[in-house]
């Protein structure tokens, strides 16, 4: 049974910076694509961000490039979505998500169980 556990969400004021931690018990994830979403209340979820299975290849949410940055420590069974001047329209329960293939295009094997992001102004 696969764990994917989110960390490092918080309350912060807008301009501020937050770096989420995702870990992942899974024995695929060296050879697993990573990606970030998001969920606003009242909002569907929302693509923020991914990362391919050895970090050479990135995609991100126009809303957040430039701002945010995704990473992985495959040594770690960790990927990181650095978020840096957070504004307050950045408020949501942000998800981890295991994709089915070495490059993100879209499926999700595994959902982590979400980590709350709040930014005041």
């Known amino acids: 049974q696969a764990a994917v556990l989110e960390s490092g969400g918080g309350s912060v004021q807008a301009g501020d910076s937050l770096r989420l931690s995702c870990e992942a018990s899974?024995?695929?994830?060296?050879?697993?694509?990573m990606a970030w979403f998001r969920q606003a209340p009242g909002k569907e979820r929302e693509f923020v961000a991914a990362?391919?299975?050895?970090?050479?290849?990135?995609r991100y949410a126009d809303s957040v490039k430039g701002r945010f940055t995704i990473s992985r420590d495959n040594a770690k069974n960790t990927v990181y979505l650095q978020m840096n001047s957070l504004e307050p329209y950045d408020t949501a329960v942000y998800y981890c998500a295991v994709g089915t293939g070495a490059a993100w295009y879209g499926p999700v094997d595994y959902w982590g169980q979400g980590t709350q992001v709040t930014v005041s102004s």
């Open positions: 990362i391919s299975w050895s970090g050479g290849s990135t």
């Open positions: 899974i024995h695929t994830f060296n050879s697993s694509a």
